[in-house]
Protein backbone atom coordinates (compact mmCIF):
# COMPACT_ATOMS: atom_id res chain seq x y z
CA UNK A 1 0.00 0.00 0.00
CA UNK A 2 1.32 3.47 -1.04
CA UNK A 3 -0.07 7.08 -0.15
CA UNK A 4 0.70 10.38 -1.80
CA UNK A 5 0.02 13.19 0.08
CA UNK A 6 0.11 16.95 -1.53
CA UNK A 7 0.42 19.65 1.08
CA UNK A 8 0.99 23.59 0.29
CA UNK A 9 -1.79 24.63 -1.83
CA UNK A 10 -3.73 27.80 -1.45
CA UNK A 11 -4.59 31.63 -2.55
CA UNK A 12 -2.27 33.71 -3.64
CA UNK A 13 -2.34 37.17 -5.24
CA UNK A 14 -1.18 36.69 -9.11
CA UNK A 15 2.60 37.62 -9.19
CA UNK A 16 3.20 35.38 -6.18
CA UNK A 17 4.89 32.22 -5.39
CA UNK A 18 3.63 28.80 -3.45
CA UNK A 19 5.62 25.75 -2.84
CA UNK A 20 3.96 22.39 -3.09
CA UNK A 21 4.79 19.01 -1.54
CA UNK A 22 3.85 15.41 -2.60
CA UNK A 23 5.47 13.12 0.53
CA UNK A 24 4.54 9.13 -0.50
CA UNK A 25 4.71 7.02 2.31
CA UNK A 26 3.94 2.95 2.26
CA UNK A 27 5.90 -0.09 0.73
CA UNK A 28 8.20 2.20 -1.25
CA UNK A 29 11.29 0.10 -2.66
CA UNK A 30 12.09 2.60 -5.23
CA UNK A 31 10.57 5.72 -6.88
CA UNK A 32 11.34 6.69 -10.18
CA UNK A 33 9.46 9.53 -12.18
CA UNK A 34 7.46 11.96 -9.76
CA UNK A 35 5.24 14.25 -11.71
CA UNK A 36 2.52 17.35 -11.21
CA UNK A 37 -0.36 17.37 -13.06
CA UNK A 38 -3.25 20.22 -12.77
CA UNK A 39 -6.47 19.99 -13.93
CA UNK A 40 -9.22 23.39 -14.21
CA UNK A 41 -12.75 23.38 -14.01
CA UNK A 42 -13.97 21.90 -17.18
CA UNK A 43 -10.03 21.52 -18.87
CA UNK A 44 -8.53 18.10 -18.95
CA UNK A 45 -5.82 16.96 -16.63
CA UNK A 46 -2.34 17.97 -17.76
CA UNK A 47 1.22 17.72 -17.32
CA UNK A 48 3.13 20.53 -15.67
CA UNK A 49 6.42 19.09 -14.69
CA UNK A 50 7.83 16.12 -14.24
CA UNK A 51 11.60 14.82 -12.44
CA UNK A 52 13.28 11.34 -12.69
CA UNK A 53 15.60 9.32 -10.25
CA UNK A 54 18.40 10.81 -11.73
CA UNK A 55 16.89 14.48 -11.91
CA UNK A 56 16.32 14.83 -15.15
CA UNK A 57 13.38 17.14 -15.62
CA UNK A 58 10.50 18.19 -17.80
CA UNK A 59 8.69 21.64 -18.06
CA UNK A 60 5.09 22.57 -20.06
CA UNK A 61 5.85 25.54 -21.65
CA UNK A 62 3.31 27.24 -19.84
CA UNK A 63 4.85 27.21 -16.60
CA UNK A 64 8.83 27.33 -18.14
CA UNK A 65 11.35 29.67 -16.35
CA UNK A 66 8.15 30.07 -13.35
CA UNK A 67 8.12 26.64 -11.83
CA UNK A 68 10.93 24.29 -10.50
CA UNK A 69 10.41 20.47 -9.53
CA UNK A 70 13.09 19.02 -7.05
CA UNK A 71 13.01 16.12 -5.02
CA UNK A 72 13.96 14.88 -1.89
CA UNK A 73 14.62 10.98 -2.07
CA UNK A 74 15.31 10.22 1.94
CA UNK A 75 11.68 11.76 2.32
CA UNK A 76 10.43 9.98 -0.62
CA UNK A 77 8.98 14.00 -1.42
CA UNK A 78 8.45 15.68 -4.35
CA UNK A 79 8.23 19.63 -4.62
CA UNK A 80 7.09 22.32 -6.99
CA UNK A 81 7.96 25.71 -6.23
CA UNK A 82 5.67 27.94 -8.76
CA UNK A 83 6.62 31.42 -8.81
CA UNK A 84 4.96 34.46 -10.81
CA UNK A 85 2.24 32.86 -10.35
CA UNK A 86 -1.05 33.84 -13.05
CA UNK A 87 -4.59 33.37 -12.83
CA UNK A 88 -5.03 30.54 -15.46
CA UNK A 89 -1.80 28.45 -12.86
CA UNK A 90 -5.46 28.11 -10.78
CA UNK A 91 -6.06 24.55 -10.54
CA UNK A 92 -6.41 21.56 -9.00
CA UNK A 93 -2.73 19.92 -8.17
CA UNK A 94 -2.43 16.02 -8.23
CA UNK A 95 0.96 14.53 -7.91
CA UNK A 96 1.78 11.03 -8.79
CA UNK A 97 4.85 8.64 -8.81
CA UNK A 98 5.96 5.42 -10.32
CA UNK A 99 7.20 2.82 -7.69
CA UNK A 100 8.09 -0.41 -7.79
CA UNK A 101 11.26 -3.03 -6.88
CA UNK A 102 11.81 -2.55 -10.41
CA UNK A 103 11.42 -0.19 -13.25
CA UNK A 104 9.78 -2.68 -15.03
CA UNK A 105 7.33 -3.90 -12.27
CA UNK A 106 6.64 -0.45 -11.01
CA UNK A 107 2.99 1.18 -10.44
CA UNK A 108 1.33 4.52 -10.79
CA UNK A 109 0.21 6.04 -7.77
CA UNK A 110 -1.84 9.59 -7.47
CA UNK A 111 -2.38 12.23 -4.62
CA UNK A 112 -5.76 13.39 -3.46
CA UNK A 113 -4.83 16.66 -5.42
CA UNK A 114 -4.40 20.11 -3.51
CA UNK A 115 -6.20 23.52 -4.91
CA UNK A 116 -4.69 26.12 -5.90
CA UNK A 117 -5.76 29.97 -6.20
CA UNK A 118 -4.25 32.85 -8.16
CA UNK A 119 -6.59 35.71 -7.58
CA UNK A 120 -6.77 39.44 -6.31
Known amino acids: QVNLVESGGGLVQPGGSLRLSCAAS????????MRWYRQAPGQERELVAS???????YFANAVKGRFTISRDNAKNTVYLQMNSLKPEDTAVYYC??????????????WGQGTQVTVSS
Open 96 to 109: NADIGSTYFARDRY
Open 26 to 33: GNIPSIYV
Open 51 to 57: ISSGDST
